[in-house]
């Protein structure tokens, strides 16, 4: 049976979270309080609207309509500004080597990102041509821990989705891909992402053999 791999973007090929984090934590400061890092750790796999609706919780901040799209821009802008200065030094070590690996065996692979700013982020990093297809925050309707962004990617890939294997560094991600009935590999804490099949501190632990293992499976 043909496999598919997908990779989920932020946390996984790079460490865009820090990006998002001095963002956040500006908006917050304007907004006259503090943002944490751990209170960061609950604004990974989330949509920005959703981390915008916490942030304004955690101030304590009521919004017009108005002013939350506002926000929503503001922080946006202030992202790709980090964004924008991104290069290969930042995608995460041997990324490279597992999607070199999967290609040369002509293994599909996706992408499956909760951000609209996927695709400029592997263009930055000079990753796009890994990828066969890019299903991002701009094609999805329903946020991880909703399958939904798995299963497009199986079905652009032409791949039944329980022969699919998803890379994710949130929970939310891995319960993604356990519900859309693929094998879910965590990359990270071991046990935050306790619900994952697999666990790997990071891509430099995973063998030549236990890629080939999942291809074969
Ligand atoms: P954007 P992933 C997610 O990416 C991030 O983990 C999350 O922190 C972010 O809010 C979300 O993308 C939306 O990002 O503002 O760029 O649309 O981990 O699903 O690749
Ligand atoms: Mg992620």
Known sequence: EKVGFIFDLDGVIVDTAKYHYLAWRKLANELGFEFTKEQNELFKGVSRKRCLEILLDIGNIKATQDQFDTWMVEKNVDYLAYIEKMDSSEILPDVTRVLQYLKNKGIPIALGSASKNARPILEKVDLLPYFDSIVDGNSVTKAKPDPEVFLIAANNLAVAANSCVVF????????????????SIGIGDAEILNEANYNFNDFTEMSDDFLESLINK
């Open 168 to 183: 994710e560094d949130a929970v939310a991600g891995i319960q993604a891909a356990n519900a859309a009935n693929m094998v």
